[in-house]
């Protein structure tokens, strides 16, 4: 379908709806053979309008499949859904509306073409109302009482005196005849115009000559243009002197000897913006040299355009492969790489990660990092004999706090907790004990008492953390440990890297699990991860 005829349809089915004329508008509607996202928004709209819910609902979802993000389309259905006492579904909208508010205030749809401000506040009146359907009202009082942060007070607090009454909250939808316009400029452009006119003789050599026409294309010089660099001191590409790990969020991860771009200035920090692999994040200027992009004229091919970042190369993760038959099914692949035994500990980055950033030293070479781990362990043992403890936490990022030996694990979490911010009844503390790559909860999780004694070795402690997911309706069958890293393909898809602990909640099929990972609950293939105490055990097979 052309897109001028979707405009025409498209801003004829709106003037139908000014005019309130809804069944005009839904006969517009329908001829348009390929709708979009915000045509979908506008046919429910219209079913709303006179009243035909399922009608309406049907839209809606036609609406969410082309755009899975547009948050007012689930606020919308989630609205529709209660009317028709479908409460679980309205309640699963509406948390899917607030995560794609992204955490903003209030999203604006106006350069869309929607005149309406969807606020966060409204998603969370809209969960109340559900609540309050069921008969749930602490639950419906408490989401209220958090939205009363973000402002509306008058609005909230009337929705809070009608709950302590039992009144049930009436759904917030988007107004009626407030739909998805099409854009003035483009709508202006669907009436043909002759920008160039009727060409006219004005002189020429032939006598009574009339030719209207104009000249053949002239063929234009072959090449192109870039900006010209006198070597290094004009470009901008940068080379990383060596591997940087991310240490915060906007940090980026460059194995040593990349080619970075230099995108931004130097800050106070001492960390500069950067473009590597279609990546846009800080590095710190410390291990940025100049590159030379000087070739000799026998490599001009492959010349770097200096000036233009490079394009993104984006390639697939790396795989363990077994030595002896690359074609060999992944249990196979792990038994080849358990044959050699491989000693991580608790502070050992995961092999995929190894493997990319770093090259293994010879006999004849000294180990690079021999003078980093002999301070690392005259600091743990300084430590000790201090009566502290070194303690690195993983989160979303890394960091190290020192604790007294003796001190209990409630202070030790209290602590953790005031660095990241986060409540400590939040926060789930978990260690691999020796020789196992299992994330086990500490003792003081399950039950009161004990210190950081208990789990120091030599002075430090590695404790991975996250914020405590709720899992009171699901029962947790087995653990399971990843193999590999797994990138999620789709919204249901579990994310998770390897060496990550899986909770198990159930069997979707032979290949496929449904698990919960750091807060996540979704999907992976069965391959990617196994259990411990199995027959593929890396630690203990062979």
């Not at 609005?155 to 909250?169: G, P, T």
């Not at 099409?182 to 032939?206: A, H, N, T, W, Y």
């Not at 002896?324 to 500990?345: D, E, Y």
């Not at 020796?434 to 430090?460: C, F, I, K």
């Amino acid at each position: 379908m052309l897109y001028t005829e979707l405009l025409r349809l498209w801003d004829e089915s709106v003037q139908a709806v000014d005019v309130k004329d809804w069944k005009s508008a839904l006969a517009t509607l329908e001829q348009i053979t390929e709708p979009t996202s915000r045509t979908f928004f506008n046919t429910a709209s219209a079913h709303l309008a006179l009243g035909q819910l399922d009608l309406a609902m049907r839209a809606l979802h036609f609406c969410i499949s082309k755009d899975e993000r547009l948050a007012v389309g689930f606020f919308q259905r989630a609205a529709v859904m209660m009317q028709i006492n479908r409460l679980e579904e309205a309640l699963s909208d509406c948390i899917w509306a607030q995560k794609h508010m992204r955490g903003n205030v209030v999203i604006d749809y106006k350069q869309l073409g929607l005149r309406f401000k969807l606020y966060s506040w409204q998603v969370s009146y809209n969960a109340a109302a559900v609540y309050c359907r069921m008969g749930q009202w602490e639950q419906a009082t408490d989401v209220l009482l958090l939205a009363s942060q973000g402002g509306r007070g008058t609005n909230i607090d009337a929705a809070l005196d009608s709950i302590a009454k039992k009144e049930v909250l009436a759904p917030l939808l988007v107004p009626e005849g407030v739909v998805f316009r099409p854009r003035k400029q483009d709508v202006e452009q669907l009436q043909q115009r002759d920008f160039l006119g009727k060409p006219k003789v004005i002189s020429s050599m032939i006598p009574n000559d009339d030719f209207g026409g104009f000249e053949p294309l002239r063929l234009q010089k072959p090449g192109f243009y870039e900006p010209k660099m006198d070597g290094a001191q004009d470009s901008r590409y940068m080379r990383v002197r060596r591997a940087y790990m991310a240490r915060a969020p906007g940090h980026l991860t460059v194995p040593g000897g990349a080619m970075v771009f230099l995108f931004g200035e130097e800050d106070r920090d001492g960390m500069t913006a950067v473009i590597y692999d279609g990546q846009r994040g800080l590095l710190p200027v410390s291990l940025l040299e100049p590159a030379d992009v000087k070739m000799s004229s026998s490599k001009k091919q492959n010349k770097v355009p200096s000036g233009i970042p490079l394009p993104p190369g984006f390639r697939p993760p790396t795989r363990p492969q077994s030595q002896n038959s690359p074609a060999a099914p992944p249990q196979s692949r792990i038994q080849s790489h358990a044959s050699k035994p491989a000693h991580f500990n608790a502070d050992t980055p995961p092999p995929s990660y190894t493997a990319a950033t770093h090259v293994l030293p010879t006999a004849s070479e000294p180990s690079k990092y021999a003078a980093t781990a002999a301070s690392h362990q005259a600091s743990s043992l300084q430590g000790s004999e201090m009566g502290s403890v070194l303690v690195k936490v993983h989160y979303t990022y890394t960091m190290a706090l020192s604790v007294p030996l003796n001190a209990s694990y409630d202070e030790m979490k209290e602590r953790i907790a005031q660095k990241l911010g986060q409540p400590a009844s939040q926060l789930r503390l978990r260690h691999k004990q020796h020789g196992s790559q299992v994330l086990t909860p500490l003792r003081g999780e399950l039950e009161p008492g004990g210190t950081m004694q208990e789990v120091a070795e030599a002075g430090r402690v590695t404790l991975w953390c996250q914020t405590e997911d709720p899992l009171a309706n699901r029962t947790i069958l087995y653990q399971m440990v990843a193999l590999y890293d797994y990138a999620s393909q789709g919204s249901e898809d579990l994310e998770f890297s390897e060496g990550d602990t899986i909770d198990i909640l159930g069997e979707v099929n032979e290949e496929w699990l449904e698990g919960h990972c750091a807060g996540n609950i979704g999907i992976f293939p069965r391959c990617f991860a196994y259990m411990e105490d199995n027959n593929i055990n890396r630690s203990s097979e062979f």
